[in-house]
């Protein structure tokens, strides 16, 4: 009834497809084996991309299939704290946490499969100084378009050359818009962030600003593939740790670094 009376949101976030999402996600749940099948598949990515990036701070806790079924689940001690627990005590580094971004926007950005539920109680700081992926069960995929264009729109963004953001933005779309239509689109991108520079995360939250663009871009006639609710949800994760962690913290200026190191493997796989 509500994409009845207001079809664009099927454009922006798609929301059968979120309750799709909701559905298979409780369903792999409740077969602990979705969690081993899961680790398996980011394990093979983290093989393959390691000599293209440096993935060395990544570990995956040992799991036994062999001893495990659909309501148990036999794995590894994994010593150390969820970020959760850190975060709650005011004990995670930042440093950590840019790490972590690294590490997810690898998966995300190149082969676009990634963990579906990167939230803090599933990240591990183990003794050691490295981060370990806990409950795998839910992996997320996004298609090339979105997730090459998002890349370069967000090493736009790095640059504050909305301009050029506007031209991603544009391409990432499956229906794009042209003339008055883009002329538009680009002046109202352009007030939206005209006061994004230089504020931290306590003042303008990433997502939520992701979130008024894609929204602003429906309005002006473009047309996103689905999949982009994983992406928010992601996103709405590592902008709510950072928040916990570093309220002061310039997170596009602090993720640039991060970004910038993809390029190599994005262009080698274009």
């Known amino acids: 009834m509500v994409l009845f009376f207001y079809p664009k949101l099927r454009k922006v976030f798609d929301p059968l497809g979120v309750?799709?999402?909701?559905?298979?996600?409780?369903?792999?749940?409740l077969d602990l084996r979705n969690e081993i099948a899961g680790q398996q598949t980011l394990k093979?990515?983290?093989?393959?991309?390691?000599?293209?990036?440096?993935?060395?701070?990544?570990?995956f806790a040992k799991l036994y299939p062999e001893l495990s079924g659909p309501g148990i689940l036999v794995g590894?001690?994994?010593?150390?704290?969820?970020?959760?627990?850190?975060?709650?005590?005011g004990d995670l580094p930042y440093?950590?946490?840019?790490?972590?971004?690294?590490?997810?926007?690898?998966?995300?950005?190149?082969?676009?499969?990634?963990h579906g539920d990167i939230h803090p109680g599933n990240i591990m700081l183990r003794p050691d100084g490295t981060l370990c992926l806990i409950d795998t069960g839910a992996v997320s995929r996004v298609g090339r378009r979105i997730r090459r264009g998002l890349f370069h729109f967000f090493v736009a963004l790095c640059d504050?050359?909305?301009?050029?953001?506007?031209?991603?933005?544009?391409?990432?779309?499956?229906?794009?818009?042209?003339?008055?239509?883009l002329e538009k689109f680009e002046h109202r991108f352009k007030s939206l962030y005209r006061d994004f520079q230089g504020?931290?995360?306590?003042?303008?939250?990433?997502?939520?600003?992701?979130?008024?663009?894609?929204k602003?871009?429906?309005?002006?006639?473009?047309v996103f593939e689905k999949g982009m609710f994983s992406i928010i949800k992601s996103m709405m994760y590592l902008d709510g740790m950072v928040l916990r962690c570093r309220p002061d913290a310039r997170l596009i200026e602090d993720?640039?670094?991060?970004?910038?190191?993809?390029?190599?493997?994005?262009k080698a796989e274009e």
Do not use: W
């Not at 990515?45 to 570990?59: E, F, N, P, T």
């Not at 440093?95 to 995300?108: A, D, V």
């Open 19 to 29: 309750l799709a999402h909701i559905e298979e996600y409780t369903i792999n749940e």
């Open 44 to 59: 093979a990515i983290a093989a393959a991309y390691s000599g293209k990036y440096d993935l060395s701070a990544l570990r």
């Open 76 to 89: 590894e001690f994994v010593e150390g704290a969820t970020f959760d627990r850190l975060l709650a005590r």
């Open 95 to 114: 440093e950590k946490l840019l790490q972590l971004f690294g590490i997810h926007g690898l998966f995300l950005f190149a082969p676009g499969v990634f």
């Open 160 to 181: 504050y050359d909305y301009s050029e953001c506007v031209r991603r933005m544009n391409e990432m779309a499956e229906t794009g818009i042209t003339g008055g239509r």
């Open 199 to 214: 504020r931290s995360v306590s003042e303008v939250s990433l997502t939520r600003q992701m979130m008024e663009t894609i």
């Open 216 to 222: 602003l871009a429906v309005n002006c006639g473009m």
């Open 255 to 266: 993720m640039k670094p991060h970004i910038l190191a993809f390029q190599d493997v994005m």
